[in-house]
């Protein structure tokens, strides 16, 4: 079918950064936008500690999609996860809230985000969440907050300490920044708030594989940030390998041997991987995936004899200048879906097409504490107050919504001025959610089967039907962790670390 006889149907996948900024970039362009994406909103992933640690609410930093494209006419945004491409067709599988539908495509972007990875050892999920959604962060500010109000009844000193030690695996920016935020937390803000405990004596524990902290930015600032994390009282331990999680405390693996440390509270900060729509699509075009999952694609970030098909940020790998793949990070999600546009309206407009996509690397920015970060911006290297002034300003710009970013900016001030953390409320359902999802298994399926569909009925009770392993009453007494199982660590005697099949997929590609 030609230009002439219809507008070109563009179906994006993901309202991430790559997405949403190839959508903004053809506002003007006579196509017809269908937006795909698991949830309703766009999530500011960089602030999601914040979140976590009680500095910012949800709301902040995941305005609605619908609010942001309100002014953008030719979108249509549509809730669901897709499940399979069928390329030959061009057609997209969508499987919504309790219905499935289908969408075509004259040109599909997928920007789908990515995954938290356990490097194989997904059962570590269970005790270790990861920090990915907004989902993730309120059950991490359940299980951090939480962690303190446990504390606090506990009668035996050992038993304190094990809610009161938090453990953050993976010294990137994502752990890096949580880890001086939990310090931050313990060390300052909560101080003097409880009758029974010192939250200032709380161990904070940084650990990671590799021998440095935030490694991409250099040995002088890494040293930097290292120095940064152990004045706010943050154990670093590189070189340290996490061999087992479980309810009670992380095993791990360092020149010394293998060691137990005790603790309740530990968070994955450590690798992420692609959903699993990218090996469908690989497997729909004959294109190659990496160890991560991702899809490897074209100079111009496209599917290999599929121009028609683009493959963004965190999904792709592209090799850079260096001959390294692409960082899985905001810059090149956001300059991946402009090129994209880029070449949707070249082609509509007639123009020669395949420019190779060009990464123009604007730098590395991470939070220590208050005040305090470092900066790598070409050249330049900044680290302290400057840094943070630096950090301030690009992620201001960059936060979607004027009111969001004149929130943002007061409830910094409140914490950061101040002693105060504006967004300590946790809820059970925070709590509980992951647990809620394999007691009772996949609740769109379960809506589906109401309506006649007894196959989804019977996946939904496959969620719902797996062992548990749990620790005894007695035996939770005596470990001090009885309150678990029921506050801060939701699903910690499942069997199985996953949610159903479906619903994990679904949660996968929610970006």
């Given at each position: 079918m030609?230009?002439?006889?219809?507008?070109?149907?563009?179906?994006?996948?993901?309202?991430?950064?790559?997405?949403?900024?190839?959508?903004?970039?053809?506002?003007?362009?006579?196509?017809?936008?269908?937006?795909?994406?698991?949830?309703?909103?766009?999530?500011?992933?960089?602030?999601?500690?914040?979140?976590a640690?009680?500095?910012?609410s949800?709301?902040?930093?995941?305005?609605?999609?619908?609010?942001?494209?309100?002014?953008?006419?030719?979108v249509?945004?549509?809730l669901?996860w897709?499940?399979?491409?069928?390329?030959?067709?061009k057609?997209v599988?969508?499987?919504?809230?309790?219905?499935?539908?289908?969408?075509?495509?004259?040109?599909?972007?997928?920007?789908?985000?990515?995954?938290?990875?356990?490097?194989?050892?997904d059962?570590?999920?269970?005790?270790?969440?990861?920090?990915?959604?907004?989902?993730?962060?309120?059950?991490?500010?359940?299980?951090?907050?939480?962690?303190?109000?446990?504390a606090d009844?506990?009668?035996?000193?050992?038993a304190?300490?094990?809610w009161?030690?938090?453990?953050?695996v993976?010294?990137?920016?994502?752990?890096?920044?949580?880890?001086g935020?939990?310090?931050?937390?313990?060390?300052?803000?909560?101080?003097g708030?409880?009758?029974?405990?010192d939250?200032?004596?709380?161990?904070?524990?940084?650990?990671?594989?590799?021998?440095?902290?935030l490694?991409?930015?250099?040995?002088?600032?890494?040293?930097?940030?290292?120095?940064?994390?152990?004045?706010?009282?943050v154990?670093?331990?590189?070189?340290?390998?996490?061999?087992g999680?479980?309810s009670?405390?992380?095993?791990?693996e360092?020149a010394?041997?293998?060691?137990?440390?005790?603790s309740?509270?530990?968070?994955?900060?450590?690798?992420?991987?692609?959903?699993?729509?990218?090996?469908?699509?690989?497997e729909?075009?004959?294109?190659?995936?990496?160890?991560?999952?991702r899809?490897?694609?074209?100079?111009?970030?496209?599917?290999?004899?599929?121009?028609e098909?683009?493959?963004?940020?965190?999904?792709?790998n592209?090799a850079g200048?260096?001959?390294?793949?692409?960082?899985?990070?905001?810059?090149?999600?956001?300059?991946?879906g402009?090129?994209?546009?880029?070449?949707?309206?070249?082609?509509?407009?007639?123009?020669?097409?395949g420019?190779?996509?060009?990464?123009f690397?604007?730098?590395?920015?991470?939070?220590?504490?208050?005040?305090?970060a470092?900066?790598?911006?070409?050249?330049?290297?900044l680290s302290?107050?400057?840094?943070?002034v630096?950090?301030?300003?690009?992620?201001l710009?960059?936060?979607v919504?004027?009111?969001?970013r004149?929130?943002?900016?007061l409830?910094?001030?409140?914490?950061?001025?101040?002693?105060?953390?504006?967004?300590?409320?946790?809820?059970?359902?925070?709590?509980?959610?992951?647990?809620?999802i394999?007691?009772?298994?996949?609740p769109?399926?379960?809506e589906?089967?109401?309506?006649?569909d007894?196959?989804?009925?019977?996946?939904?009770d496959?969620?719902?039907?797996?062992p548990?392993?749990?620790?005894?009453?007695?035996?939770?007494?005596q470990?001090?962790?009885?309150?678990?199982?029921?506050?801060?660590?939701p699903?910690?005697?499942?069997a199985?670390?996953?949610?159903?099949?479906?619903?994990?997929?679904?949660?996968?590609?929610?970006?």
């Open positions: 030609t230009q002439a006889s219809h507008r070109q149907r563009v179906v994006v996948v993901g309202a991430g950064f790559g997405g949403l900024f190839a959508i903004k970039a053809l506002r003007k362009a006579p196509v017809d936008i269908t937006l795909i994406n698991g949830t309703a909103y766009h999530l500011f992933q960089p602030l999601l500690y914040q979140v640690t009680g500095i910012l949800e709301g902040e930093v995941a305005p609605p999609i619908r609010e942001v494209l309100r002014r953008q006419k030719n249509d945004v549509r669901g897709v499940t399979d491409v069928d390329v030959e067709n057609v599988s969508v499987s919504g809230p309790g219905i499935d539908y289908t969408v075509e495509y004259d040109t599909l972007i997928v920007a789908a985000g990515a995954s938290q990875s356990y490097f194989g050892n059962q570590f999920a269970d005790h270790a969440p990861g920090m990915k959604s907004i989902d993730d962060a309120l059950e991490l500010r359940a299980r951090i907050f939480g962690a303190f109000e446990v009844l506990q009668t035996d000193a050992e304190a300490q094990r009161l030690t938090f453990v953050v993976g010294a990137g920016p994502t752990g890096t920044e949580l880890a935020q939990i310090a931050e937390l313990a060390h300052r803000n909560l101080t708030q409880y009758k029974h405990i939250p200032s004596k709380a161990r904070i524990i940084l650990v990671d594989a590799i021998g440095a902290v490694n991409t930015f250099g040995d002088h600032l890494s040293a930097g940030a290292q120095r940064e994390l152990e004045k706010l009282g154990e670093v331990k590189l070189n340290t390998k996490v061999v999680v479980d009670t405390g992380i095993e791990v360092d010394n041997g293998r060691h137990r440390i005790p309740v509270t530990k968070v994955w900060a450590a690798g992420v991987s692609a959903p699993p729509l990218a090996a469908k699509l690989a729909a075009t004959g294109a190659k995936t990496d160890r991560a999952g899809v490897f694609v074209e100079q111009d970030t496209t599917l290999p004899g599929h121009p098909i683009f493959v963004l940020g965190d999904m792709m592209l200048d260096d001959g390294k793949p692409l960082p899985g990070v905001a810059q090149v999600a956001i300059q991946s402009r090129h994209a546009a880029d070449q949707i309206k070249r082609r509509l407009g007639g123009k020669e097409t420019q190779p996509f060009k990464y690397d604007k730098g590395s920015l991470a939070t220590i504490s208050r005040f305090s470092v900066a790598s911006i070409g050249k330049l290297r302290g107050f400057p840094a943070w630096v950090w301030v300003a690009v992620h710009f960059y936060l919504g004027f009111k969001n004149v929130t943002a900016v409830h910094w001030a409140v914490s950061f001025i101040g002693r105060g953390r504006s967004e300590r409320v946790a809820t059970q359902q925070q709590a509980f959610a992951r647990r809620a394999r007691a009772y298994g996949d769109f399926a379960r589906r089967a109401e309506s006649g007894h196959a989804a009925l019977a996946a939904a496959a969620g719902a039907a797996r548990a392993t749990s620790t005894t009453a007695a035996e939770q007494k470990t001090g962790t009885e309150p678990l199982a029921r506050s801060t660590e699903g910690a005697g499942s199985d670390g996953s949610a159903t099949a479906a619903a994990r997929e679904r949660l996968s590609v929610r970006e």
